[in-house]
């Protein structure tokens, strides 16, 4: 099993940038897809964005897409996700997850054995 862990949440302006960090422990990160989801206070967790072990290939909500960056360092076991433009409806909490299949970038949460703990993002307007 692989253990995650986010860091990087915080308050920002809207405009603002974050940089969101998923470091890994335990099983070889490499062999994960890994995937970013969130969730806003009485809302259910949604799809962020995804990107396979190798990290050749991507996907993203339409809500992000052209604001938000994933990428990973398999080399320092670490997922990350650049955060540009941020507005206030992307203020939730942020959580980072792994799926077993390495060249997956789906969408649905079920395919994600392993979740970190979350982090907070605020965007205040």
């Known amino acids: 099993q692989v253990q995650l862990v986010e860091s990087g949440g915080g308050l920002v302006q809207a405009g603002g940038s974050l940089r969101l960090s998923c470091a890994a422990s335990g099983r070889a990160f490499s062999v994960y897809s890994m995937a970013w989801f969130r969730q806003a206070p009485g809302n259910e967790r949604e799809f962020v964005a995804a990107v396979t072990s190798n990290g050749g290939s991507t996907s993203y909500a339409d809500s992000v897409k052209g604001r938000f960056t994933i990428s990973r360092d398999n080399a320092k076991n670490t997922l990350y996700l650049q955060m540009n433009s941020l507005k206030a409806e992307d203020t939730a909490v942020y959580y980072c997850?792994?799926?077993?299949?390495?060249?997956?970038?789906?969408?649905?949460?079920?395919?994600?054995?392993?979740w970190g703990q979350g982090t907070q993002v605020t965007v205040s307007s």
């Open positions: 997850a792994a799926n077993p299949k390495s060249y997956s970038t789906t969408s649905y949460s079920m395919y994600y054995n392993y």
